[in-house]
T-cell receptor, first 113, second 110 residues
């Protein structure tokens, strides 16, 4: 596609529910990033993939957060047993190589009730 | 761990006014990027500054990288409502992961 696509755009989850957020990067982009953005704040780094390899997951806040990119293209961020503090916008970005300009999707706004 | 501070946190001005926002760090960086994020959208890259003292202009936006490569500023001349958004700085060291400041939220009223 022309840009980074994320789905769903909005997700409301009951506390304790598992959710899966999808990211379709720009075709051919090697690097893929996930960020979490609280209201009125800058994005906080979660994890980074180079192709299918997860090279950095230091930003994942707990073991309830899990990300994968099995074929080096589409990526899924999964949050298990969601809690209210997980409410945020989750942004995905891709770049054609590490260090190159990153292009962001519109994000998924997750609300945990 | 680097300390990255953006100021002011929030700025509300009238159309036609000038403004400057700042990005300050305790560390030296090889380059620094500025992004703008409009409501409901992801951040979009505006500029990358690389050389200490460098000044780059993008229409009414002027970006400056400090001589010591620890700070940067963004000046907007004659702000317009379309400039409204969250301005984020992101220092980079080599091929490190992009790390953002908390941003400056700018609101330009007609």
């Amino acid at each position: 596609g022309a840009g980074v696509s994320q789905s769903p755009r909005y997700k409301v989850a009951k506390r304790g529910q598992d959710v899966a957020l999808r990211c379709d990067p720009i075709s051919g982009h090697v690097s893929l990033f996930w960020y979490q953005q609280a209201l009125g704040q800058g994005p906080e780094f979660l994890t980074y993939f180079q192709n299918e390899a997860q090279l950095d997951k230091s930003g994942l806040p707990s073991d309830r957060f899990f990300a994968e990119r099995p074929e080096g293209s589409v990526s899924t961020l999964k949050i298990q047993r969601t809690q209210q503090e997980d409410s945020a916008v989750y942004l995905c970005a891709s770049s054609w190589e590490q260090g190159a300009e990153a292009f962001f999707g519109q994000g998924t706004r997750l609300t945990v009730v | 761990t680097q300390l990255l501070e953006q100021s002011p946190q929030f700025l509300s001005i009238q159309e036609g006014e000038n403004l400057t926002v700042y990005c300050n760090s305790s560390s030296v960086f090889s380059s620094l990027q500025w992004y703008r994020q409009e409501p409901g959208e992801g951040p979009v890259l505006l500029v990358t500054v690389v050389t200490g003292g460098e000044v780059k202009k993008l229409k009414r936006l002027t970006f400056q990288f400090g001589d010591a490569r620890k700070d940067s500023s963004l000046h907007i001349t004659a702000a317009q409502p379309g400039d409204t958004g969250l301005y984020l700085c992101a220092p980079k060291e080599g091929y490190s992961t992009l790390t953002f400041g908390k941003g400056t939220m700018l609101l330009v009223s007609p």
